[in-house]
């Protein structure tokens, strides 16, 4: 369902202390829908018991957390 690479780029300061901080940060912004959390690959043997890897989240999940602005300012 999701690429084998998935690649995200984000301001560090942007990043939380832990989940409970997310929540409340996300709970501000998103009032209503639909959210996940990626944590890598999914493991499964529902189908037929045959194992699975990597059926739901990518095998490789990089984050790139940047002190800039993307177009180049410094904050």
Avoid at 34 to 41: A, N, Q
Wanted: hydrophobic share 45%.
């Amino acid at each position: 369902m999701l690429p084998p690479v998935h690649i995200v780029f984000m301001k560090a300061s942007h990043t939380v202390k832990n989940v409970r901080t997310a929540f409340k940060v996300i709970s501000r912004v998103f009032r209503k829908g639909y959210m996940g959390f990626i944590t890598g690959p999914s493991r499964t043997a529902d189908i037929e018991r045959v194992l699975s890897l990597g059926v739901h989240g990518p095998s490789r999940f990089i984050i790139m957390a940047v002190e800039e602005d993307f177009e180049g300012r410094n904050h």
